[in-house]
């Protein structure tokens, strides 16, 4: 949990004080040459509030790790898991680039290896 609120944070801020570089990560094309957007082009907008939600969530993240909050681990995987197939079926239905499949990836793997740990840490509890 603590790595994941981490990475979150990390990546949130990249998209807030690079945004472009944030884009490429997420496998979307760079506006060609240095245009300007155009007005009516709100892609910024909607990165810096998606921006500021992993840092938020990454702070939260870290917190539940820190306070070892065992609930707040098990809520996160049902929702990881829905993430993960609202963003295949972003790439799948043409709404987002095939890069995109690599946040959905993470965000599955992340809710499996959540849930594999909170199983073995409720085994070894037994």
Do not use: I
Not at 3 to 21: I, Q, R
Not at 44 to 59: E, H, I, K, P, R
Not at 92 to 116: C, N
Request: aromatic residues 10%; charged residues 15%; positive net charge.
């Amino acid at each position: 949990m603590a790595v994941f609120g981490l990475l979150a944070t990390s990546l949130g801020v990249v998209g807030l004080v690079a945004p472009d570089a944030q884009l490429a990560l997420m496998g979307f094309a760079p506006e060609p040459g240095s245009a300007p957007r155009s007005e009516s082009d709100h892609t910024l907008t909607f990165l810096t509030a998606s921006s500021m939600a992993a840092v938020n969530m990454g702070v939260y993240y870290v917190l539940a790790a820190l306070a070892d909050w065992k609930p707040f681990f098990r809520w996160t995987v049902p929702f990881r898991l829905l993430t993960c197939t609202v963003f295949v079926l972003a790439v799948l239905t043409g709404r987002a680039p095939a890069g995109f499949l690599g946040v959905a990836v993470w965000e599955g793997a992340g809710a499996l290896a959540t849930a594999a740990a909170l199983r073995r840490e409720s085994r070894r509890g037994r």
